[in-house]
């Protein structure tokens, strides 16, 4: 069966400090893996994709940066933090052989004070 | 870019009654998806339609892709406890790895 790995659960960071988000999936090969976003109380923003290792799509311009290394690992990342970085952060795959259906990882909800 | 708009943003209903939910667009997606979140937690695929006019039922929750392929309604029946949550629709516009559009959830509370 496949699992989805994210860390850490929380983080508290001060503003201007550097970022890296780490997200993993076991089971699978080749996945698609995506990076949202969602601010308290609200629907999911789609930040970036991959469908191949150092292969990025960013949906929306951003403090924000995306890396994939290996084939099963998907960073997210920051140089400086603003406040409005935070939030709640959600990794997800897909099947890269079809099929929109995308599953979540647990989530890293981001503090920046 | 493409939003769905979701309706109720929340639902305050008695144990055992039947919930009804729906998203629209003013665009046409090929995919509908239904999701619920719990505090903390990333969202749980409840529900997946593929095809429009597809009415699906997973145990008690029943999805329908609307004809048009711009809408789409999750039912909940005899609602439970556990049902508590925020459901979240979710529409995909296009095909391959595109990355899916979020309607701003329904926060389903249950009183007892």
């Known amino acids: 069966s496949q699992t989805i790995h994210q860390w850490p659960a929380t983080l508290v960071q001060p503003v201007g400090s550097p970022l890296s988000l780490e997200c993993t999936v076991e089971g699978t090969s080749n996945p698609n893996l995506y990076w949202y976003r969602q601010a308290a109380g609200r629907g999911l923003q789609l930040l970036f994709y991959s469908v191949g290792i150092g292969q990025i799509s960013s949906e929306v311009p951003q403090n924000l940066s995306a890396s994939r290394p290996q084939d099963r690992q998907f960073i997210l990342s920051s140089k400086k933090l603003l406040l409005s970085d935070s939030g709640f952060y959600l990794c997800?795959?897909?099947?890269?052989?079809?099929?929109?259906?995308?599953?979540f990882g647990p989530g890293t909800r981001l503090t920046v004070l | 870019g493409q939003q769905l708009n979701q309706s109720p943003q929340s639902m305050f209903i008695q144990e055992g009654e039947d919930v009804s939910m729906n998203c629209t667009s003013s665009?046409?997606?090929?995919?509908w998806l239904w999701y619920k979140q719990d505090p903390g937690e990333g969202p749980v695929l409840l529900i997946a339609?593929?095809?429009?006019?597809e009415l699906t039922s997973n145990g008690r929750l029943t999805a329908q892709f609307g004809i048009t392929r711009k809408d789409s309604f999750l039912n909940i029946s005899a609602s439970i406890p556990s049902d508590v949550g925020i459901y979240f629709c979710?529409?995909?516009?296009?095909?391959?790895?595109?990355?899916?559009?979020f309607g701003k959830g329904t926060h389903l509370i249950i009183q007892p």
């Open positions: 997800a795959w897909t099947w890269a052989s079809g099929g929109p259906t995308e599953f």
């Open positions: 665009s046409i997606f090929n995919t």
């Open positions: 979710a529409g995909q516009p296009g095909g391959g790895a595109d990355g899916l559009t």
């Open positions: 339609l593929y095809k429009a006019g």
